[in-house]
């Protein structure tokens, strides 16, 4: 529901990433995004798309990694995927786990058509 | 193709204002709670009926975010707490930089406790830090016990759960144990608390807790 929010962020640390006569080269966007983040990658994708076109960076497509939800058991250091928001360790039952990934939600890295790629 | 590496946070700049919020909370020692729920599961009435028991034992303030008007705001001046309202005009959650704008109005002077009481929403609140020291997520017994479940990650980003109208259990479609082993399923951490802002109910123990101030159980 605040994928609009999160999409004008995105492109406001792309603008601030790349020198200013390069932003009309940026080509792809790579975002790694968690399962628990909260955010829908494809709305995420629809809002990016709607507020670009009006600016250098309208050639500019997301890339989108969704990252699982993984975490590891304190008690017998199980490591395993969460399904279905079940916070308990399926080894020993404990439920006292340590989340390793699934809360993502970063820029990893941009890509830049070369002077020779505009061409094609 | 060339490509800049750059790994940042997509909302760093809302994560880096909640720090300095959180730096000029503690501070001053205030204890601040962002109180998340739906629309209408009774995050007022709940700041109400704190504000008459806690009455002359600590000094409260709040923040209070909604689409539109300042009906909450009126609702908890009354109280004689200093209150600044936020309307979002549209936006379905607060991020830092309002809460920011709303403290410069604030006045903190002898202010031990604030309540941040966000947008009614369960989806985006979840996101955004606003310098608080915990979130509060408040479900009433007439949304159902289910509601854990489909919306997790405000569960999952919350310390407290207030279980509110308990007083209507007889009357709706809700088990407070199912309700209960839902929350916990998600965050097992979750600590408890079962109110009724018609009866009262729970109002002591959550107060005492308030008074007590103590993060470290968190």
């Known amino acids: 529901m605040h994928e609009l929010a999160i999409a004008q962020n995105i492109l406001e640390i792309v603008q601030q990433s790349v020198p200013e006569n390069q932003t009309k080269s940026v080509r792809g966007i790579r975002i790694r995004v968690g399962q628990m983040s909260g955010i829908v990658p494809d709305s995420l994708d629809f809002c990016f798309s709607a507020i670009i076109n009006d600016t250098h960076l309208q050639r500019a497509r997301l890339a989108i990694e969704q990252v699982p939800t993984l975490s590891q058991c304190k008690t017998c250091a199980h490591r395993f995927g969460i399904e279905d928001w079940v916070f308990t360790c399926p080894v020993c039952q404990s439920t006292n786990l340590e989340l390793i990934s699934g809360k993502e939600l970063e820029i990893v890295e941009i890509e830049l058509a070369d002077e020779g790629d505009e061409a094609i | ?218």
């Open chain 2, 1 to 218: 193709m060339s490509v800049i590496t750059i790994e940042r946070k997509v909302l760093e700049k809302n994560d880096q204002l909640a720090q300095r919020n959180r730096l000029f909370f503690e501070e001053r020692g205030i204890f601040v709670l962002n109180l998340v729920s739906s629309p209408g599961a009774g995050k007022t009435s709940i700041l109400e009926k704190t504000f008459l028991e806690l009455r002359g034992s600590m000094r409260a303030a709040v923040i209070e975010g909604d689409v539109q008007t300042d009906l909450d705001a009126q609702r908890v001046a009354k109280y004689g707490v200093p209150v600044v309202q936020i309307v979002t005009l549209g936006a379905c959650h607060l991020e830092a930089n309002l809460v920011q704008d709303a403290m410069r109005n604030l006045d903190f002077t002898g202010v031990e406790l604030l309540f941040i009481e966000n947008v009614g929403n369960l989806v985006c609140p979840a996101s955004y830090d606003l310098g608080e020291q915990a979130k509060v997520v408040v479900l009433s017994t007439t949304e159902g016990d289910d509601k854990p479940l489909k919306y997790p990650s405000m569960f999952l980003n919350s310390s407290l759960l207030i279980i509110n109208k308990i007083d209507l259990i007889p009357y709706v479609n809700c088990d407070l144990n199912r309700l209960k082993n839902n929350a916990l399923q998600i965050n097992p951490k979750l600590r408890i608390f079962e109110m009724s802002c018609t009866t009262g109910a729970g109002f002591p123990e959550w107060c005492n807790w308030l008074k007590k101030k103590d993060v470290s159980s968190l």
